[in-house]
């Protein structure tokens, strides 16, 4: 089973970029995707095509906006995870997926706030508190769901935008970063407590153990994609027996920096589940 995660940065752009083509060549059986930031009945045909689509477009025109693309409909969609200040903003969509021959499966789909610069003259501490109380609502909520996926007998993944790189080899100017909102040591120390043995899996990190990035978002600047000045931030969380059925993973980062589709990259895992 070939599973993806994309941050497309508006999926009409993303499309006109040549999403659509990438879809098609790519063949997955699942896309978790973010920033959407479209109506449901404007997205493109061509962003859609084969697939069914479970999308939680939110409240917010023009912001945010999960889905998640299955070549099997879902058996359930559930949108939000009860944390009530942002469950109308569409940053989070779970499903159930009963697909012939492979493992019952939980997927989510995840758009984590940014946050706001956390000290200087433009901090905007009411906003970076915001971020931090979905951080922590989020996590009790993994732990949920995580244990009731296991008591229903399926396994449990969460993927998407984390805007958190957890660990040095996973942004490249990690030293200067310090200080910079996703890779501050909270962040990272939260990051990490999502994670373990028992619990969930960094699934590209287990397959590319001490490889620097992958990454999978760079600036639009000028020469920063060109000369992978990047940041890993986008991940698929799995609990272990669907961590352990891995057999490749990584970024499908673009030749150049005009094949672009988004500032992010897909990061795409196959499974022999």
Known sequence: MRIATHNVNGIRSAVRRGFGDWLAARDCDVV???EVRCPAE???AEAVA??????????????NGVALLTRTPPSAVRIGFGHRPTDEHGRYLEIDLDAPGHVPLTLGSLYLPKGA?????????????????????????LTRARREAGRRGREFAVMGDFNIAHAE???????????????????????????????????????????QGPYSWWSWLDGRFDADVGWRID?????????????AAGTDRESHSSLRLSDHAPVVVDYDC
Not at 50 to 63: I, M, T
């Open 50 to 63: 084969g697939y069914h689509l479970s999308y939680h477009a939110g409240v917010l025109a023009g912001r």
């Open 169 to 211: 080899l996973d942004l490249k100017n990690w030293r200067t970063s310090k200080r910079m909102e996703g890779f501050l040591s909270h962040e990272r120390e939260w990051f990490g407590s999502l994670l373990g043995p028992r619990t969930l899996i960094d699934v590209v990190r287990h397959v590319v153990p001490g490889e």
């Open 117 to 141: 610069t956390h000290d200087g003259p433009d901090a905007d501490p009411a906003k970076y508190a915001r971020k931090v109380a979905f951080m922590r609502s989020f996590r009790a909520y």
């Open 235 to 247: 991940y698929q969380l799995a609990t272990p027996g669907l961590a352990r059925s891995a057999v």
């Open 32 to 34: 978790a995707l973010q």
């Open 42 to 44: 404007l997205i493109p």
